[in-house]
């Protein structure tokens, strides 16, 4: 059973750790680590501080601990005692302004970082311009006490992945860092890249847990495709493949006694548009003549379940903790805009509670499904995806007949339904369960290192 103990520092220059007694009892110990710093140290027991492990101030300078009074891990393995976890988390977008060191996530993170003395860890925020190679060290940002500093510690003991999209993803510099900390420094990373729908859906397609939940979704290649598709469901969905926050998606409808096709989708202004052609043709001329048409999936159209002739999604948080299990962390309904093909807060789509929507019982009914659905899900996509994925936000639908559809996976899931006032608590538990994997996946890097190096 892990424990946790405060580190204190003693003024002394001697290089001495007093542990208790369980620490050393049937235990040689030779060495004191924290991050990739470790130290040869005399080890002395105190039986009068159970919880607590006392370092000189030597100690403390060596490995460049900073001092926040916190409950820490420990891990013991081959005579050295691992203090931590010392959490990196990896992104871009730094400013030079000491008050929102990363701009508009600063909020975000500082959330983040805050759960710190709940988890048990020591968190930090970094980017590619903080590392220093020659030493082995990172002068990351910590938020303590209500406020941003930069201190400088040794490489982390794990990496959670927060870079904020695909193009800062394929920078050649931040992928050579995330390559080299991973395959030369053996640094665990989790949550790493952003998922594309295309391979999300081909992978899941494998797993016969989950296929009741996946919509029929083709890479585009003709406008037969796209007739058949309509003729089968009577309309259908284009989305980029690397696509987000809804940009880029388009709804198109056939009416099959008219004879006439509609097209619904969101102009570059801005303005959500219906409009109607003659044929699949004269409507593919008009809203995709310059479009990549290549980059584009389409999917199966579901008969959704609708709040005042709305339609409604769900978004649904999931979450590993530091055991390793899988959890429901928070989940949202979102209700389109008028005239919306989204349910984006950006095209005039709303957040509510299923509660708020629902009766009682069919609330719980619908909720059950849901959570049921995220956690196979979840499992199947860790099952099937490289990597450790402790995180995953899904937009899932119902239909009218009660049945449960996938329509995206996102591995750096938005946080726009935590703006909702009872859902706040939840955006805590999110940021809680991200920092708990740390502690998991350190504990297995220390303990089971072949296991881990694997991955």
């Not at 000189?56 to 891990?75: A, C, G």
Request: proline share 5%; net charge neutral.
């Amino acid at each position: 059973m892990r424990k946790r103990y405060t580190i204190e520092i003693a003024e002394t220059s001697k290089l001495i750790a007093y542990c208790p007694q369980e620490l050393l009892q049937d235990k040689i110990l030779k060495k004191i680590a924290f991050g990739s710093k470790a130290v040869e140290v005399d080890f002395v027991p105190h039986p009068k501080h159970e919880n607590s492990i006392v370092i000189s101030k030597e100690i403390q300078k060596y490995l460049l601990f900073p001092n926040f009074s916190i409950r820490l891990h420990v891990f013991v393995e081959e005579q050295v005692l691992h203090i931590g976890p010392l959490v990196g988390i990896f992104t871009a977008g730094f400013t030079p302004f000491p008050l929102r060191p990363i701009g508009d996530r600063t909020n975000f993170f500082s959330k983040l970082l805050s759960v710190k003395s709940n988890v048990g860890a020591i968190p930090f925020v970094f980017g590619e311009q903080h590392i220093n190679w020659e030493k082995g060290t990172i002068n990351g940002y910590f938020y303590h006490d209500n406020s941003w500093q930069s201190l400088e510690v040794p490489f982390p003991h794990v990496i959670y992945d927060r870079l904020p999209n695909r193009k800062s993803e394929r920078n050649p510099k931040l992928a050579k860092v995330k390559e080299t900390l991973q395959k030369d420094y053996l640094i665990p990373w989790y949550n790493p890249g952003f998922f594309s729908k295309l391979d999300i859906y081909e992978r899941l397609q494998e797993d016969d847990s989950v296929t009741i939940y996946l919509p029929e979704t083709h890479p585009f290649t003709s406008f037969s495709l796209i007739e058949g598709m309509l003729s089968k469901y009577g309309h259908i969905y284009l989305k980029p493949i690397n696509g987000s926050l809804g940009l880029g998606v388009h709804q198109i409808l056939y009416d099959k006694i008219q004879v006439e096709y509609y097209c619904r989708y969101q102009d570059h202004t801005g303005v959500n548009r219906l409009r109607k052609f003659s044929s699949i043709e004269a409507l593919f001329q008009t809203v995709f003549a310059h479009r990549n048409l290549d980059k584009m999936i389409v999917q199966q159209g579901i008969h959704l379940l609708r709040h005042e002739q709305r339609p409604i999604d769900f978004r649904i948080h999931t979450n590993k903790d530091d055991a390793g299990e899988w959890h429901v962390t928070a989940l949202a309904a979102k209700i389109a805009g008028r005239g919306s093909v989204t349910t984006h807060a950006r095209n005039g789509g709303e957040i509510k509670t299923a509660a708020e929507i629902f009766e009682k019982e069919e609330c719980r009914l619908y909720t059950e499904k849901l959570v049921k659905a995220a956690l196979l899900l979840s499992k199947s996509i860790e099952n099937n995806m490289e990597g450790f994925i402790a995180e995953i936000g899904f937009d899932l639908g119902i239909d009218k007949h009660g049945n449960v559809w996938l329509f995206e996976a996102n591995s750096k899931p938005g946080r726009s339904i935590f703006s909702h006032p009872e859902l706040r608590d939840f955006d805590q538990l999110t940021c809680k369960l991200s920092m708990a994997f740390a502690v998991f996946l350190t504990e297995q890097s220390i303990l089971y290192p072949e296991d881990v190096i694997k991955w």
